[in-house]
């Protein structure tokens, strides 16, 4: 039995030859690829989420509900308030991480015979689930500089139609962010090619240096914004994301959604995070400051740099990235390798992770080939 192989399966052909999602959990002094928030929650919020747990272990003999109608109203209090834009219950929908939301969404929009687009690199998940979901994908283009190139863009979705359009931003991997003119544009592109679902995923927004593109669900029902509470919220042990949506839109994914599909610990725990959430914010502060140092010292150094409005910084450019990859892994700091030719992905850490990484970086210096090309000469 042990050399039967997934090929050995009956597995569906889109499935073949590709592999799960996942990133190296490599026992190291200091880890920064998975963009994680390196802040433990503070001790109060603790104390809150073992007294909302204590109170729901009371009744784990009954389902928990259904609708999470409390937890989708803090949410929506938690939109309203930090983005300008007025977002109620009936506009919120919530699931075991975006991941989920993006499946449900899926689910019901894509399927077989239909396809959805996203403009790559961008989130792996995004194409992954859409060939779980027996929805066909389809590769937009990106310009050199990891923008999406509108021109390109919107002829993409002119030829093929796609029934869902993602658009990330910031971008993951690369940190970038998406004009809001840029998203109105492919929005209406979409709509003209035939009536599409366009899903702005906003896992990173709460790091941006802009604002969040949730005033434009205003008059776009075929408009999705997706969410996390894993990263600004520090929750990523939570699986907890959501969606903002026409009213319709969340009367849609609930055809697809499995019963109960939120315990009620999980409800518990991501309410008692909403009743921290301006302490938690600070912690954002003070990893976008980070953030920013990372992009400030690495280019002092000599590495080229994308532009990043997440809590993550892309560099390079290097001849064989997974070579340097490991040499960094040496010296005791994880990053991650994520296949985009030339370039790494640090996640910004605590101060003192983001010195080691940074010392790491610095030795690099000394391997002949690895040195990337000094700014002086970048122009010449």
Known sequence: M???????????????????????????????NTNENPYPLPEALVERITERVREAARNLNRYPDRDAVELRTKLAEYLTNTSGHEVGLANVWAANGSNEVIQQVLQTFGGPGRTAIGFEPSYSMHGLISRGTGTGWISGPRGEDFTIDLVAAEKAIAENRPDVVFVTTPNNPTGTAVPPETVLALYEAAQAAKPSMVVVDEAYIEFSHGDSLLPLLEGRPNLVVSRTMSKAFGAAGLRLGYLAAHPAVVDAVQLVRLPYHLSAVTQATALAALEHTDTLLKYVEQLKAERDRLVTELLAIGYDVTASDANFVQFGRFDDAHAVWQRILDRGVLVRDNGVPGWLRVTAGTPEENDAFLDAVRELLSFVGDTPTPPEEQSA
């Open 2 to 32: 042990n050399d039967v192989r997934i090929d050995d399966l009956p597995v569906r052909d889109e499935l073949r030859g590709k592999s799960p999602y996942g990133a190296p959990q490599l026992d190291v002094p200091v880890r920064l």
